[in-house]
Structures are given as C-alpha cells and as structure tokens.
C-alpha cells in the first residue's frame, strides 16, 4: 500500500534484473585487480557477499517489525546494534585496550548514544510512541554508528598514545601534576581525533556531497525542502551524540591508566 | 586622670584577653591531637601515626632516631631491587652511586611514589607514604628523571608547565638567573628542539629548582655535561639545598664529584645496598 502511493510520486522500483546488473560493478573491479596482481578479490567478494546477505536480512527484519511494532522489539534491536558497534570498536584497536578500558567504551557507547537519541526521538522529533519502529531504527543506527567511529578513533588514540609514551605522562607526575593534568594534552587531542569527522563532515555537507539520509529521502519522493530538515536535524544529533560519547569515553578513560596511588598502570 | 582611671580598668581586661587567647590556642592544639588521634585509629586504622604524635612529647630523647627524611624497611620491588634498611637524606645532600642497572633509578621511582614496592615500608617524615594523598606527596618530593621530557616549545613555555604540573606560581626572572648559575646561555624564547641533551637536562633541573620542592630527587642531573661544568653544577646544587633548607637525594655516575658535597653516600650494587655512609661536615 505504502510503495503504491509512492510510486504515483514518480520513485522508480528497481527489479531484481535490475539490481543484479549492479553487480556488474564489481565483476569489473575483480578483473582489474586480478590483472594488477593485488590480490584482494577475496576481500572485496566477502565484502560484497556480506553486504548483500546483510542489507536482505535487515530488509525483512524492518519490513517485519516496522508492521509490528513492539517496544522490546525496538529495544531488542538497539542493544543488538550497540552490542556490534561495541565489538567492532575493539576489533578495530591496534593496542588492547585492558578490561577497564572495554567497560568504558562501552558504558561511553551506551550513556552517550541512548541520552542524546531520547533528547532526539522525543524533543526534536516528537515521536509518540517513543519506540515507533519506523523511525526510532534508523536514527538510531546513524547515532551509535557515527559514535562507533569516533569512539574508535578517540580510544585508539588515547589507548596508543598512553601505552607509547608512558614517559610523558609519568614526568608529568614526577613534577605534581594530577593524572588529568598529565594526560590533558593526549585526552584533547584524542577528543579532537574523535570528532574531527563528524565536523569535517557537516563542512562539506551539501556542497562537496549530498548526506546518505537526505539522498535516500529524496530519492524516495520526499520534497528536498523536507529531506534537508531532517538532515539538518540529524547531524545536530550525529553531533551532540559523538561529542557526548567521546567526552565520557576520554574522561573516564584517563582514569583506568591510574590506581589509587596515582601512578601510571603500564602493562608489561 | 582619665588616663589612669583607664589604665587601671584595662589592667585586668588585657589579663583576661591574654587568657583567653592562650587558652583557646590550647584548645586547638588538643583539638588537633584528639582529631589526629582519632583520624588515625578509628579511620586509617593505623597505631603508627599516634606514636608519632606520642613521640612528640619525647621528643628530645628520640631526637637523635628521628631525623632521617626517608626510611625505608624491607622494601622489595620485583626483582630489581631489595633494601633491608636504609636511612636517607637526613642532611641536605646525599649521593647515590653504583653500577648502570643496579636498581638507583628505581629506589628514586620508589621515593617519588611512581611505582610502590610489592613488600616493605617507605616512610617520608615519618609517616608511610601510602598515607600521603599522592599528589601532595609529589609536590614535596619531586623527582627529575635521566632523560627528560621539556614539554613545550620554547623555554618560556616549559618553565610554565612547571606551574600547570606543580601548581606552584613561578617566576621567569628567576627562572633566568637560574639559567645563568647553571652557565646556560639560553634566552627564554629559544626552541627546546634545538638543545643538546646536556642544555635540555639543565632547564629541566633549572625548572626543579625553580619550583623548589622541599625534597628533590635527581637522577644523574649533570650525565650529559663534561666534567668541570659538572663540578660546578653539582656544587651549585649543594649551596642551593643548604641555602634553602631543601634536601637533595642524586644519582650520580661520578661519586668522585659528588663526594665533595655529600652529606650521605649511599652505594647500590646488583639491586641490594652496599654501603650508606656519613660524612662529617
């Protein structure tokens, strides 16, 4: 009923022929890489295969929970999605970050990204109920996916510049310094790190490319005007929600460098 | 007359005040007893601290035990290092020698509370430093390392950290006079990228002394200097503790050099103390 109506709106459907000719992409890349003798056909398979699998499923998951909508179902899937961006965090890491640092991402992932999506559901967009499928998924995901990466890239800072240069931060203690005036200058920059993508982002948004949300809404018929509200919308969002995560993530970070003796836990 | 029949009115009156103000300056004096007391049985659980407040009043007898800044009492850190009892810096300078490797850095890591030992008691002035609040203790006993770190651009700007850090307001007149007895000829917008490592050690120890803790730990200040700077620096170094009421505990390559000025000697060897020896003034 729904992509009836929005068919008269003028939105092309693509036939599953269509959709396989796509593909042809990536017959091509897999030649080019064959012939340049780079061997990561693999890779780009696996990934492409991956995709594939995955956007289906998730396609008939939505389509099913968006006609049933059910508060633990919302939630069930919101924890799953936390519960991968929290793995894929640390597969990411290049250091291991040690048992106290995991609790903290994850606690950061959980605090950062449930507060700001709330503010967002419930002030910004009045969503009534508050767990209507349709739009809390996908706020959703955009807010714990952009966190993800600047949780990635705030904790591998933190993480490898702490373990590579413990030096740094114990001099700093030898001379008085409190653990957070020693670790200010590695915290700050990790924080910069972490949100640098999420600003550059918001510069060239609309000049340089179109935001994936405000594109997808376009594309489905959605007058521009509207689509660039959401966008808008969404990125404060995107923002308030990384800047949010990091800030606990390097802030309670710190501390799990620290016993109670004030001294620098270095892992031998 | 009037000025007499005041005078005769004020006589008790000062009486009284004086009383009064010395009665309540009593009052504090056993209030703060009591409290330590009572801090320090009920909540830290420690008897240590209530002998030493017991001491006090004894305290000519112990006098002579009493002194000594740092204690330290069967002290084990892994495998490096195992003291069975050493008494330090009780006078202003106290040198520390021995071969590379035997465990000299550690015993300043020890002392500095950047690392503690896995058995064995510490005492700073008497209290164990686990009952320090770790940065107060580190802003009394600061510690300069072998190599170290300048942290800013220029040498203004690493003067200034010294404040963040340390918390302690320093001033850059000072801290080039500091620079001219170290026979640093430096200006204080000078790049650290460009210094020797023998000029970064300086500022660094100028830097110390600039903030000037009561107890400064120096782990081999003047290794990158050539031997009669060396003289000179480590001289400079004693005048500074004994003009200033601070004491000095280094590490030094050189003991021949140290030994002009030191009021303690202490030889490390293989991670145990070999010798810890006076010397007359």
């Known amino acids: 009923m729904d992509s009836s109506t929005v068919n008269d709106l003028g939105v092309i459907d693509i036939t599953l022929i269509q959709l396989i000719l796509a593909y042809v992409f990536v017959i091509i890349l897999i030649i080019m890489i064959k012939k340049q003798d780079i061997s990561r056909e693999k890779q780009i398979i696996l990934a492409t295969t991956r995709m594939t699998i995955q956007l289906v499923l998730v396609g008939y998951l939505l389509d099913f929970i968006f006609d049933n909508p059910h508060p633990l179902a919302t939630l069930a899937i919101f924890l799953l999605m936390e519960g991968f961006a929290v793995h894929n965090i640390m597969g990411r890491m290049s250091a291991s970050p040690g048992s106290a640092m995991k609790r903290v991402i ?28 349709r739009y809390f998924i996908p706020i959703a995901g955009m807010l714990v996916g952009n966190s993800m990466t600047g949780i990635s890239l705030g904790a591998e800072h933190l993480v490898s510049q702490i373990q590579e240069e413990p030096e740094r931060v114990e001099q700093a203690l030898m001379l008085g310094a409190s653990p957070e005036t020693a670790t200010r200058k590695i915290a700050n920059q990790s924080f910069y790190n972490a949100i640098l993508p999420t600003v550059n982002s918001m510069i060239g948004m609309g000049i340089i490319f179109l935001p994936g949300m405000m594109t997808g809404q376009i594309l489905s018929g959605v007058s521009p005007l509207v689509a660039i509200r959401y966008q808008i919308a969404i990125m404060l969002g995107i923002m308030g929600s990384v800047t949010l995560t990091v800030f606990l993530l390097v802030k309670l970070g710190v501390k799990t460098f620290f016993n109670q003796r004030k001294q620098l836990k270095i892992k031998n | 007359m009037l000025k007499n029949a005041g005078g005769a009115g004020d006589g008790p009156l000062f009486l009284f005040l004086i009383v009064i103000i010395l009665t309540s300056i009593l009052v504090i004096i056993l209030a703060n007893i009591l409290v330590d007391i009572l801090v320090n049985i009920l909540i830290l659980n420690n008897a240590s601290n209530f002998s030493v407040i017991c001491n006090l009043f004894y305290f000519k007898k112990k006098e002579e035990r009493m002194i000594d800044l740092f204690f330290l009492q069967n002290v084990e850190y892994k495998n490096i290092l195992t003291v069975e009892e050493l008494q330090l810096g009780e006078k202003a300078v106290t040198s520390i020698s021995g071969p590379s490797g035997g465990g000299k850095t550690t015993l300043l890591r020890l002392l500095n509370n950047i690392i503690s030992p896995d058995r064995g008691d510490i005492f700073y002035q008497k209290r164990r430093l686990e009952e320090y609040e770790p940065l107060e203790l580190r802003r009394r006993v600061m510690m300069l390392p072998q190599n170290p770190i300048l942290y800013g651009n220029s040498i203004r700007e690493s003067f200034l950290k010294a404040q963040e850090f340390s918390g302690s307001v320093v001033s850059l007149t000072e801290a080039e006079e500091l620079m001219e007895h170290l026979h640093l000829e430096k200006k204080m917008e000078d790049t650290t990228e460009e210094l020797s490592g023998g000029e970064r050690q300086r500022i660094a120890l100028a830097r110390l002394l600039l903030i000037s803790p009561e107890t400064m730990l120096l782990d081999e200040p003047t290794a990158s200097l050539d031997s009669s700077n060396e003289r000179g620096i480590v001289h400079f170094l004693a005048d500074y503790a004994r003009s200033r009421s601070r004491k000095v505990i280094m590490v030094t390559h050189a ?23 006076f010397n007359s003034p």
């Not at chain 1, 959980?110 to 700001?116: E, I, K, P």
Request: aromatic fraction near 10%.
């Open chain 1, 106 to 133: 994850g606690i950061s992932m959980l605090a950062g990204t449930v507060s700001s999506l709330l503010f967002f559901l419930v002030a910004v967009i009045g969503l009534s109920p508050w767990y209507y499928p």
């Open chain 2, 255 to 277: 003991p021949e050099v140290a030994a002009d000025v030191a009021d303690q000697e202490v030889i490390i060897e293989d991670g145990h103390l070999k010798s810890s020896k």
